[in-house]
């Protein structure tokens, strides 16, 4: 039931998402008199569609394939590869026919919507719903540190004060901080009581990635074990749901991050003491390939974190939902750079990931806040420069624009192809990184 309830949320956020981002593309196609042949929500390959109608000229329908949607716009070459249409003389009402500003709108409208929408959901969230946050001293247990933050002086236990000289408005937004927003300064409290401002090198950002993935610094909780993945490397070396661990590489654990860090800074294998029914046992774990033995904790302490409500009037939601949709924004941008390590290559999500994130029960909150995440994904990755996107065709039409040459159709047809390759590519590699993950128990 629970995987229903997600993948119910995740089609129809993606719904929603696409039919107005091709709408995007289809209001100013048809205000500049550029005629459409389809509009269609998900792919209908190899012809097979669920419905359709016509309706002024232009087939309205669902297809099968819910990996997206499009619209087929005359004289324009794109995913429908339709050459024959190229070949033909150019007429009045196609694409290719209009100026170069006029097409240039018809491509931007689609990222245009996402971005407008992804605004205009967080604002409605902060007006509706609020927002809860986590100040410093809402954090029981304080942080469990990740070596490389260790490395320069932050402790475990640590409890966060300052990032860059300035108060975050929820502590639980360190990792954004550390690894996209250019965070170089920490001023933390210690165990003992002491205050200390720690200074960071420039690129903190990329060790922490590569040592740590995207969680450098997280809440401290005293833990049981809530589960034991069946096949995993934990389940293989006997370690069962109902024992307690009681050491990491023979160094005493107490909180749940105590035991990540002792795994992480593990090479081939992690020793674990346990205890069972009153006696204490050592295990011998393999590490996956990714680092991972398939266990999960359950806290034994829900109070260890705390969180604050906070309401806005309507005039208050939009200056902070116009904030938090920049800097989710600013986030996606940056973090594109982590995809160009070998790492970031492997830590690639597909349709299974991006599904993953909605709650197991129907939340609205919830459903709405990664709807705008999503809208705000959808139109920055539309926008990247690949032929077969949004963006490349973009970049065709500015070349245009500013040299007073347009490419052939030959070349447009050939860059189509290579786009539509590399985008496969990338389709297969999250994809199948998705499945790795699902069987190996890390999804």
Same mark, same amino acid.
């Given at each position: ?48 569609k669920l419905f359709k109608f016509t309706k002024g000229g232009t087939e309205y329908g669902v297809g099968w394939l819910p990996l997206g949607g499009y619209v087929k716009i005359s004289g324009m070459i794109d995913e429908s590869m339709d050459t024959e249409q190229m070949k ?77 000289? !300035? /108060? ?7 990792? @954004?901080?550390? =690894?996209?927003?250019? %965070?170089? *300064? &920490?001023?933390? $409290? ?76 593990? !090479? /081939? ?7 069972? @029914?009153?006696? =204490?046992?050592?295990? %011998?774990? *393999? &590490?996956?390939? $990714? ?153």
């Amino acid at each position: 039931m629970e995987i229903l309830i997600k993948a119910a949320q995740f089609l129809l956020s993606l719904s929603f998402l696409i039919v107005l981002h091709e709408l995007g593309h289809f209001i100013p196609a048809k205000l500049f008199k550029t005629r459409v042949e389809k509009f269609y929500l998900f792919f209908d390959a190899w012809g097979k569609k669920l419905f359709k109608f016509t309706k002024g000229g232009t087939e309205y329908g669902v297809g099968w394939l819910p990996l997206g949607g499009y619209v087929k716009i005359s004289g324009m070459i794109d995913e429908s590869m339709d050459t024959e249409q190229m070949k033909q003389p150019a007429q009045p009402w196609e694409f290719r026919s209009k100026p170069a500003w006029q097409r240039l709108i018809i491509m931007l409208g689609g990222v245009i919507v996402n971005f407008i929408l992804g605004f205009l959901i967080y604002i409605m969230i902060f007006s509706i719903w609020g927002e809860n946050t986590v100040k410093t001293e809402d954090v029981k247990y304080g942080f469990g540190v990740a070596k490389v933050l260790e490395d320069y002086g932050v402790q475990q236990g640590d409890q966060l004060l300052l990032a860059d000289g !300035k /108060e975050m408005t929820d502590v639980r937004d360190i990792n @954004n901080f550390l =690894l996209l927003r250019g %965070t170089k *300064t &920490l001023t933390v $409290k210690h165990l003992n009581g002491e205050t200390e401002q720690i200074k960071l090198p420039e690129d903190i950002d990329m060790q922490i990635f590569k040592s740590s993935g995207m969680t450098a610094m997280s809440p401290r909780f005293p833990f049981v074990l809530d589960s034991v993945v069946e096949g995993s490397t934990a389940a293989q070396a006997g370690l069962l749901k109902s024992d307690k661990i009681i050491a990491v590489n023979e160094k005493p654990v107490e909180y749940w991050s105590d035991v990540t860090y002792g795994i992480q800074n593990s !090479k /081939e294998t992690v020793n674990l003491k346990v205890e069972r @029914n009153g006696e =204490l046992k050592d295990l %011998t774990v *393999t &590490l996956g390939k $990714k680092g991972k033995i398939g266990i999960a904790p359950k806290p034994t302490d829900k109070d260890y974190i705390k969180t604050t409500d906070i309401s806005y009037s309507f005039s208050e939601s939009i200056s902070r939902g116009v904030s938090e949709a920049y800097w989710k924004l600013h986030d996606i941008v940056v973090q594109f750079k982590f995809v160009f390590t070998s790492k970031g290559a492997s830590s690639l999500g597909g349709f299974i990931a991006i599904g993953s994130i909605f709650p197991s029960t129907w939340s609205w909150p919830a459903f709405w806040a990664i709807t705008a995440f999503l809208s705000l994904m959808l139109g920055f990755m539309n926008l990247l420069p690949i032929p077969a996107l949004d963006g490349g065709h973009v970049m065709f039409t500015l070349w245009e624009m500013i040299t007073g040459k347009k490419p052939s159709d030959k070349f447009l047809e050939y860059a189509q192809i290579t786009g539509f390759v590399l985008l496969m590519a990338l389709l297969l590699l999250a994809n199948g990184n998705d499945i790795y993950k699902w069987i190996t128990g890390q999804l």
